[in-house]
């Protein structure tokens, strides 16, 4: 199960006199992650740097940083905080010391980690859009059942041999949905098609 955040949150910190300062926020999209970035990057800062995940698709930058010290730390905090559909922005301010490589990624992995942390968090729901054929006497059985599973119905026709419904739930419910569509009508509602979301 993974978490994404409740709003934005803001984590500071400071490292051998250079000042960190994590924005995290939650994004349903890549538009949406670079237009955060973009809005609370600090152009007087020495480095902006960020990652995000959503889903299966990441990004992750260094900004002038050396490679792989900022931006891969930061997607790696937000993985092991197990978060997903969130961005990382991390600000340093060079404080005169340098960090050297694994200091540089201590630094950024761990204020992100640290900001993820202590942000208000709720789980991530994956859902299911199904498919199902159901004859017109199984009509009243199927719709019975879609207010016991928590079932939104997104679209419903109608064809010579039934109807076919257009479904979306939250995962954990497929399978007592299947198995009481099953006992409720004989085996004669039939699931089509199936994806997760």
């Given at each position: 199960m993974t978490d994404t955040l409740s709003a934005h949150f803001s984590y500071t910190t400071e490292v051998k006199h250079s000042r960190f300062i994590a924005h995290a926020a939650p994004v349903a999209s890549?538009?949406?992650a670079l237009y955060f970035v973009g809005q609370v990057s600090d152009a007087d800062a020495t480095h902006n740097c960020w990652a995000y995940r959503i889903g299966k698709e990441y990004r992750s930058n260094d900004d002038n940083e050396p490679a792989g010290t900022a931006g891969r730390p930061i997607l790696a905090a937000i993985d092991g905080q197990n978060c997903d559909r969130?961005?990382?922005v991390v600000t340093r301010w060079f404080g005169g010391i340098k960090l050297g490589a694994g200091g540089l990624a201590r630094a950024y992995g761990g204020t992100a980690a640290e900001c993820l942390r202590h942000a208000e968090?709720?789980?991530l729901i994956e859902m299911i859009e199904l498919t199902v054929a159901c004859p017109f006497d199984e009509l009243g059985t199927l719709h019975t059942a879609l207010s016991l599973h928590s079932v939104e119905k997104t679209s419903e026709h109608?064809?010579?041999d039934g109807a076919h419904l257009s479904l979306r739930l939250p995962s954990d419910q497929l399978a007592d949905l299947k198995t009481y569509l099953r006992n409720a009508s004989c085996d004669r509602i039939r699931f089509l098609n199936t994806s997760t979301q």
């Open positions: 890549s538009e949406q969130v961005v990382v968090r709720h789980r109608f064809e010579a």
